[in-house]
């Protein structure tokens, strides 16, 4: 094994993402998150007014150290692709992690920086997605398992979640078109059209209720609890679904060890 | 099998609402489909104003052609109903699929464009009805069967949920009056009547919360309190209903599954 | 079996709270329900304004009617009560009824009308009593075993209820008095004293959010996103707990179906 | 057994925090679960202004009596310390006692009664460490049990609720950044930064809808409603999870009780 392989195995035990072992990379993972977290409250630091000139300059100091250490990161873990993709050749290892969701958003959170120097062009919005990168926060701990028993329990469940959310849907614009004709005349400047109608659906049906459009006549008020009333349901049906998802989810767990043995004669059972 | 007859199994193959498998049926539902979809968006449209003639022109002719299509799909659904009905003569399929509920709503759908021609009267508000047909929207796709696990659901648990909302029911007209005679005095311009302390009753259970109407004085907001907080039982106990239906649903999907070989011993079972 | 014992058992058929066989029977309870309706529509309407003294009049003789009939329902129901309690003796019967739940709502709701007879005073508030024969509409209808079966599921469910629910008012008294001294500054008027902190910690908590009472500063937003999130826990474990009651149920229905019988070997178990 | 050891043994079968058989016990707690609750009215009415000298006098009367007591008790929990932890010596069993949660919850409440006796300082504040006092009503009655049912619950399925609430997080922080990139223009005294964004997202997502800050824009409009939409999951997820939580306990409980007998021959198994 020559220096260059020793190198890139020692870059990839550093950087992957699964549990460490070694100080040195839960070190690089720490300080990864951070830049990371750093940087996103930079983006949100960004829209306030007044900072002092010093204050900016060190803004943008950071911001160019936390581009060049996640440039960097990026080219290793480009480069050490073909050690994820064992069974893969160099090239096509590259491209195949090039394509992955979380090597695209790393790319796209590093190109706002660089494109400028191309070409000229305000690419700041595309600086927001430094925010998904945040996502990583879910990659390098324990609760990555927990999570995608959640993302499967939801997408076992999507067809009845789907089909729930269309009834929803038709029953929002329904509502929305009838409140209008309902209000239009009473409030003609807060139901000025069905989109204000469909607004206030959607502010009753989820039952945030913000308090800028409700109606004032007693039909609209009577027709609001009648959907006021069914927002409960639109609560309650994906509950009640994702509920019986985790269930059989403990079921399956559960008949998965009790396959081996009866539970009751504790006979071995095929 | 004479040509008429080849004629309507074509128009019926075409027509029918299941997964389709010929190119020409799926194209058919799509175009169905999204003049459905376009027609919704025309009636929400037709509440903005300030278009000028030449769109409000385009509407009118869109809407001319949509009725001639949804007139046409009608006419071909009310010829091949015998295909749907097998075990009904000609007539009485017909009279049979003319009574079912997708039927009226399209027959409902298409009857504004035409009755003015036969007496004089606005039945705008009548094209509301098209919205309805955007339920087709749940015929046509896999989500149907999910959806009729939502509704069975619903269905088996109805007696109970019908009986928590009638408890409901009463809580809230008992809440509206008490809560009209705490506040009427400090608030006359807005707990005018019970009618309005039943619109802040339903804003509060539902925890909408529109903020137009809440107790100010220290009685009404120890009684608001109660009553928010019995709120979350509104959603708890239908929610909790609602579940156990859907984990009995998985229950018994299993024990269908199971019924034929014993887990345990693995002989078959009857 | 004399005219007097018959009179009393055609009169207890009449009027006792099941599923009744008769039409007389039905028409009586069907009879009573609307009344009773009507009352509670009087309530609502005498918080109205501006009605003409003829309707006020007829509003008026509708009440004398529905008393007089609600008192020969009373009487006739202390009457026919060693029929109800059959292992009773006449007197002890007829108190054991008369201290009954229902009994007591039936007293309180026609004596607001016989008192000023007696001695003059106001007891209009009195009336509202009559809202809770409401409650009689549950008594009657085949909802009875679901509505109990609800009742159970809370009840066993009580103490994890309670106890949940002593966290949660312990958590809102911390909350009012921390919310009180981070905004009594900023907002003097709006957040008086702790009893305002706690109406808001009701409202945020409960999610309802009526908008008349919410921090301004910084750190009461940073402290109000906490109670809100928090919030969500207040309804998620009330409706964890009331679900787990309502799959018990299941599982406990089933479990006494299925001890007569094995359900894999289909042999009598005892 | 000397005078000592007998007056230790009574004091700490008065003090104990279980269920109690004696009567003198049951009276000590009564008393100090109501000084403590009457000490938390003292906070809140602390808040209120206007009340004369006399009422002032007379709650800071209460407050030292209050506070001698608290203080005894501490001083005969400290001392009987070595009861409570039978298998360690008296020193280390007292400090074993002073540093539990509910001891540093006691002595904070105690100590800003003293401390400015020692050095002059305004320790008001650390007053409200009072209200956590109220804790002890849950150790002294039968909830315990249903509590730490509840707790084990949510412990259990921590990871998934915390990995759920991290996604919830981080969802949040984008919308703010977008909400406030969208309506900043349009409202710029509302959307000042992406801080007045992530409070429109907190209250927008626990559907708790103050009304104080809400989108104008159509853009905005569209946006809210789809993160309102995600608030529905908001809530459905943790609470689906906490429900499979409370199933799997039941479950639990009635394997470990069926263990013992097979439910279907009836036969002892070990």
Known sequence: MDIYAKAKQ????????????????????VTIISLIVVNVLL???????????????????????????????????????D???PDKSGAAARVRYAL????????????????????PVDLRILRMVRLLRLLRLLKVNRYTSALSTVGNVIKRKASQLIS???VVFILMVIASVL??????????LVFQNAFSGLWWAIATLTTVGYGDIYPITAA???????????????????????????????????????????????EKVD
Chains 1, 2, 3, 4 share one sequence.
């Open 220 to 266: 609209g008020k009577l027709f609001s609890a009648v959907i006021a009333l069914l927002g409960i349901g639109i609560v309650a049906i994906p509950t009640g679904i994702i509920s019986s998802g985790f269930v059989e989810n403990i079921d399956a767990e559960r008949s998965t060890e009790e396959k081996h043995y009866c539970p009751y004669c504790g």
């Open 83 to 85: 050690k994820l993709y």
């Open 179 to 188: 409140m209008y004709s309902v209000e239009c005349e009473a409030q003609p």
């Open 100 to 119: 992955s969701f979380m090597a695209i958003v790393d790319l796209l959170a590093i190109m706002p920086f660089y494109l400028p120097f191309v070409f």
């Open 10 to 29: 020692a870059t990839y035990n550093l950087i992957r993402d699964d549990d460490k072992n070694s100080v040195a990379a839960t070190v690089f993972d």
């Open 164 to 166: 729930s959310t269309l």
């Open 43 to 81: 983006v949100v630091l960004d829209t306030f007014s007044g900072f002092p000139p010093g204050v900016l300059a060190l803004f943008r100091n950071i911001e160019v150290f936390s581009v060049i250490v996640f440039s960097v990161e990026y080219a290793a873990r480009l480069w050490t692709a």
